[in-house]
């Protein structure tokens, strides 16, 4: 299953297959980007990262991929599982102030669900 | 657990109560912050703390005041609250800046407001 556009807020994805989830940043100073997953009940748990020199970055069965070029991230996760049913949120940070460098801005979030 | 502990994980309180929320971080982060999360919105920042200094208040209304006494404690202290400030607030602490390191968030305290 894939989520397009500038944000899909729900996506289904049949149990073993593919989830391709996007998300387009805004900040063209951002160059650090991270990938949140949000259980319900729980705050957001950090999945993969990547920095602005990179194009992509492989975790366990997690894949993030950066275009700089068009502002766009995604994160694919393999074979997904019932456990991956969560709200997923990419997140940019950066910007020419020593301050910025504290703040994270998330996206709206993307709410997967696994159907078995 | 994360590392990152927030009490009460409920609170429903009227509008004229005073009550406070507490994080408390065991990473041994030099920065601590508040996060408020509403349904269908984006999470947004409230205030940045570093070595127990405020770097950030985005714009909060005073109906929310926080305190960090040091690096491992943050609260935020509320009064006079609205029923739009029903919300899932969060506490989330890095290592120096988010730059390279990411956030570490609590499992979050569920305010209602009545």
């Known amino acids: 299953g894939e989520s397009v556009g500038l944000h899909l807020p729900t996506l289904s994805v049949q149990e073993g297959d593919n989830s391709i989830i996007n998300c387009a940043y805004s900040?063209?100073?951002?160059?650090?980007f991270i990938w949140y997953k949000q259980e319900s009940g729980k705050g957001p748990q950090f999945i993969i990262d990547?920095?602005?020199?990179?194009d992509k970055r492989q975790g366990q069965r997690v894949t993030v991929l950066l275009n700089k070029t068009v502002k766009h991230l995604s994160l694919q996760i393999a074979a997904t599982q019932p456990g991956d049913s969560a709200v997923y949120f990419c997140?940019?940070?950066?910007?020419?102030?020593?301050?910025?460098?504290?703040?994270?801005?998330f996206g709206a979030g993307t709410t997967v669900t696994v159907r078995a | 657990e994360t590392g990152v502990t927030q009490t009460p994980r409920h609170l429903v309180m009227g509008m004229t109560n005073k009550k406070s929320l507490k994080c408390e971080q065991h990473?041994?982060?030099?920065?601590m912050y508040w996060y408020k999360q509403s349904a269908k919105k984006p999470l947004e920042l409230m205030f940045v703390?570093?070595?127990?200094?405020?770097?950030e208040n985005n714009s909060v209304p005073s109906r929310f005041s926080p305190e960090c006494p040091n690096s491992s404690h943050l609260f935020l202290h509320l009064h006079t609250l609205q029923p739009e400030d029903s919300a899932l607030y969060l506490c989330?602490?890095?290592?120096?800046?988010?730059?390279?390191?990411?956030?570490?968030f609590g499992s979050g305290t569920r305010l209602t407001v009545v």
């Open positions: 997140a940019e940070n950066g910007g020419p102030r020593e301050d910025d460098d504290y703040k994270l801005s």
């Open positions: 990473l041994g982060h030099n920065a």
């Open positions: 900040n063209s100073a951002s160059d650090y």
């Open positions: 703390y570093s070595l127990e200094e405020r770097v």
């Open positions: 989330a602490s890095s290592q120096d800046s988010a730059r390279g390191h990411g956030y570490t």
């Open positions: 990547i920095r602005s020199n990179m």
